[in-house]
């Protein structure tokens, strides 16, 4: 019994090691260095089943991996969506392929934004720069049963007008009726009409009941950080606040090490944790 | 018959005066003037005096720099409830930069020149107006901080 579990967690890690193949079915340029790509399997009819915030170790053959989040709608499973800045070696190369082309994909791996967990309450997303890409999916999931939430908030901050990512679907939110969103940059020209200014500055007009609200930050660390102070400020508590955490994952099932952040592994135990179990890490400098 | 609000109340209703006892919002309410700016219109230019403040009603105004040959560089859009033109307290009384109405925007300001004899009167309300203006100016210097962190990166 105990031989044949052993076969079985083997035959897991493996799988979990073994890269499948896909075919690039769509790329779009989204940003000067941002793209969009889509993915189908070679030999996989069930799609891609995922749950929100999850992501996947993409594989450029022969240049390595890179762990990219998913940011398509978890209820497409056939339909794998991934947005990637191109920033390195292998973003790089990844950028390169064209429709037709192929790449390896892991996954999905990774713990889950908490989009069961926040029904009956006020949602309030707060993304900067490409960190929409991973919130995405629980925009999707969450729209998809919107009248079992309370108000729904998105606030996006981007750097400047031409850094605003996916500006035409957070122009489709905006025209829904059930669904406030705000959009800052940090800054622009005589040419946009919109918020310029910190995201934390869209918090305190959002209108969100603090006591009753999730939610869901994903950004660079700095701009998490700079948001949970304003939350924190505003009476939401440190339990009602999500984050999505990037570190150098490697191995993706937490075997390698190479993520590790304090005792948890950011690949397996994270990228989304409660705020209230990292928060002493994040004061950590260095880490 | 038409009831005509008097200044007061329109200050009594801004969250800048929340919690004022009502007689130093009265005495505030005799140096104010109700003002309106269509979008495009300056309200002020950067190095001309600073004789008034303002005090956001409804609409949007930018703070922008000015940049030779080509439109204002916006750094940051105000909203309904905020206040702009620190400047009146601050020697030599100058706007440090310019402001535009993004939209229609209806304020009520204060006559600065009105306020600064006032206030050299009666200490204890220049206390309780310097008492609110420094948190302004405190969460304007963080966000400017924070803006200055470029924190989503180069694109």
Redesign the interface.
């Known amino acids: 019994m105990i031989a044949s579990s052993k076969s079985e967690s083997d035959t897991t890690t493996l799988d979990a090691m073994t890269p499948v193949p896909f075919t690039i079915t769509k790329r779009t340029q989204d ?4 793209f969009t790509i889509e993915l189908e399997p070679e030999n996989r009819s069930e799609g891609f089943v995922f749950q929100p915030g999850q992501f996947n170790m993409l594989y450029a053959f022969g240049v390595g991996e890179v762990p990219i989040s998913i940011s398509g709608d978890p209820a497409k499973p056939h339909k794998l969506i991934h947005t990637i800045r191109d920033v390195g070696a292998v973003t790089h190369a990844i950028s390169n392929l064209k429709k037709g082309n192929m790449l390896g994909v892991r996954g999905p791996f990774g713990s889950a934004w908490p989009v069961e967990e926040a029904i009956g309450h006020d949602v309030v997303i707060v993304a ?2 490409i960190g929409l890409a991973p919130l995405r999916p629980a925009i999707d999931a969450i729209l998809a049963n919107r009248t079992q939430y309370g108000r729904f908030v998105i606030l996006y ?4 007008p ?2 605003v990512l996916y500006m035409k679907q957070l122009q489709t939110w905006r025209g829904r009726l059930d669904t406030y969103v705000d959009v ?1 940059v ?13 995201v ?2 869209l918090i305190g ?1 959002a209108n969100f009941d603090p006591h009753h609200t999730k939610v869901l930050i994903c ?2 660390e ?2 998490m950080r ?1 948001t949970i102070q304003e939350l924190t400020a505003q009476s939401v508590d440190k339990d009602d606040i999500y984050v999505s955490m990037e570190r150098n994952m490697k191995c993706a099932i937490g075997h390698c090490g190479h993520c590790q952040f304090g005792g948890h592994f950011v690949c397996k135990d994270g990228p989304v944790f409660p705020y209230g179990r990292i928060e002493s890490l994040l004061q950590v400098r260095g880490l | 018959m038409v009831k005509v609000e008097g200044l007061d109340k329109l200050l009594a209703d801004h969250p800048f005066f929340k919690g004022m006892d009502d007689t130093s919002r009265k005495t505030l309410a005799g140096c104010a003037r109700n003002e309106r700016f269509l979008a495009g219109e300056y309200i002020a230019h950067e190095g001309s005096p600073a004789d008034r403040f303002y005090f956001i009603r409804s609409g949007t105004v930018a703070l922008e720099y000015h940049v030779p040959g080509r439109d204002g560089l916006i750094l940051e859009t105000l909203h309904d409830g905020d206040v702009f033109g620190w400047s009146w307290m601050v020697e030599p009384y100058v706007w440090s930069n310019d402001i535009r109405a993004v939209e229609l925007t209806r304020v009520f300001s204060l006559d600065a020149t009105c306020l600064r004899k006032k206030l050299k009167k009666d200490h204890s309300l220049g206390f309780e107006l310097y008492s609110r203006f420094v948190p302004v100016m405190a969460r304007r210097l963080s966000s400017t901080r924070q803006q200055l962190t470029d924190m989503y990166g180069k694109s």
Do not use: C, E, K, Q
């Open positions: 940003l000067a260095d941002t900067g720069g901050g981007a750097r400047s031409s850094d800052t940090d800054h622009a020209g005589h040419d946009w009409a919109g918020n310029v200014g910190v934390t500055r007009r950004g660079p700095i701009m700079f």
